[in-house]
Structure formats: C-alpha cells, structure tokens
C-alpha cells in the first residue's frame, strides 16, 4: 500500500549537481515530516535531510549542510533533495522515508555516483 519511489540518481563528476525526486503514497504525506537517508556501500543508512510536515523547518547532517537542500510539494506528494557541489563521499544508494515513525519496507532507493 504504501510506496517510496525515488529517482534522479546518476553518474556526476565532482562539483557537479544532482536533484532527487520522491513520490510517496499510501499515506497522508501531508501530516509527516519526511527525509532523505543514504547508505554506502559496506556502511550503515544515515540521514542526509530532514523536512517537517507543515512548516517546512529543514535540517541536515553536518556532511551535507551547506551543500544539501530538502524540499517538499504536498500537492504533488513529493519530496526533493537539491544536492550541489558533490564529492565522491556522497556516493551511496539514495532513499526517502518518513523523518519519524519510518516505514519498514524502505524502496528501492536512487543511486548516486560522484566521480572523475
């Protein structure tokens, strides 16, 4: 019932910029913040971004500040992840999930791939 599809991961030299794109349903997107988790590989998932529900407060890893930016369209049920300025550190699998009370099943994730 509930589905977390992301998408715009790809291949991107260092510097460069990428925009990620999650569209959740199955669930009031609205009324939960939501977030941007990462998991490289032989690593754990961490959390990359945080957005709340109506306010739109954000917050970030110290990893991303400054280079990372989440966003969200409530109409559209969908949350964005604005990343600038890449270094091959942020290469991972990149998921969205609810910030708090995440669902279990996580999607397939977008794979994000910085590199010369």
């Known amino acids: 019932q509930v589905q977390l599809v992301e998408s715009g991961g790809g291949l991107v030299q260092p510097g460069g910029s990428l925009r990620l794109s999650c569209v959740a349903s199955?669930?009031?997107?609205?009324?939960?913040?939501m977030a941007w988790y990462r998991q490289a590989p032989g690593k754990e998932r961490e959390l990359v971004a945080f957005i709340t529900s109506t306010t739109g407060i954000t917050n970030y890893a110290d990893s991303v500040k400054g280079r990372f930016s989440i966003s969200r369209d409530n109409a559209k049920n969908t949350v964005y992840l604005q990343m600038n300025s890449l270094k091959p550190e942020d290469t991972a699998v990149y998921y969205c999930n609810r910030g708090t009370n995440r669902f279990g099943n996580w999607g397939q994730g977008t794979q994000v791939t910085v590199s010369s």
């Open positions: 199955g669930f009031t997107f609205s009324s939960y913040s």
